[in-house]
């Protein structure tokens, strides 16, 4: 069985550009995360989908952060314009199902300078 | 709110002596509990979780972790460490939002960094 595929796995841009991130979850998986892990500490919850609809965007930063997964399959996420603290390892997990157990992808490691 | 706290960012370890990675969590609902593996450019693996029933939970890797709600701790321990074992471990709780009776969405520690040395 595949895992989650992420795309690409490093990243550098200079601060006010743009970025986007490309998630293909597990086969079948309804569920899929994005999480941001800055340097030094543990994964952070940006996002949530079940299919195509977003379940929980609490801690997303909505002014330059944005993400879709329009056919309820690959998601991607998009930062516009980057800051220095953006710089981070972006991570993709998915889920059969919600409060199953999360197979995380190898993540996108984005330099801001 | 639920939060978890991870004893010590770095540790440790020979070849074959114990492994002890802490981890206190605190929860305002029955925790649900997780311990994951995370080795160099690679995304995080789970080890083991805790949801209700055995308090002591075995996982993959020989590892294994007790849940002790008198101590609000989930320590993870291994009795012999490998040099395989070197990675970055993260202890996380579940964050008590129901999703149809499910566990939530995870809220991680800031990871220990385990050094086994031959």
């Known amino acids: 069985e595949a895992g989650v595929a992420q795309s690409p796995r490093y990243k550098i841009i200079e601060k006010r550009q743009s970025v986007a991130f490309w998630c293909n979850p597990i086969?079948?998986?309804?569920?899929l995360y994005w999480y941001q892990q800055i340097l030094g500490q543990g994964p952070k919850l940006l996002i949530q989908?079940?299919?195509?609809?977003?379940?929980?965007d609490s801690q997303l930063p909505k002014d330059r952060f944005s993400a879709e997964r329009l056919k309820g399959v690959d998601s991607t996420l998009k930062i516009q314009p980057a800051k220095l603290e953006d710089s981070a390892v972006y991570l993709c997990?998915?889920?059969?199902?919600?409060?199953?157990?999360?197979?995380f992808g190898p993540g996108t490691r984005l330099t801001v300078l | 709110a639920q939060s978890v706290t991870q004893l010590g960012s770095h540790v440790s370890v020979s070849e074959g002596a114990l492994v002890l990675l802490r981890c206190n969590y605190s929860s305002s609902v029955p925790p649900y509990l997780f311990w994951y593996v995370q080795y160099p450019n690679q995304g995080l693996q789970l080890l083991l979780k805790y949801t209700t029933g055995a308090t002591l939970v075995k996982g993959i890797n020989g590892f294994e972790a007790e849940f002790k709600k008198s101590e609000t701790s989930f320590h993870l321990t291994k009795p012999s460490a490998h040099m395989s074992d070197a990675a970055e471990y993260f202890c996380?709780?579940?964050?008590?939002?129901?999703?149809?009776?499910?566990?939530?969405?995870?809220?991680f520690g800031k990871g220990t960094k385990l050094s086994v040395k031959p």
């Open positions: 989908f079940q299919n195509n609809g977003v379940v929980d």
């Open positions: 996380a709780v579940s964050d008590g939002k129901n999703y149809g009776g499910s566990q939530g969405n995870l809220i």
């Open positions: 086969s079948g998986h309804a569920t």
């Open positions: 997990a998915s889920t059969l199902t919600i409060g199953d157990t999360q197979y």
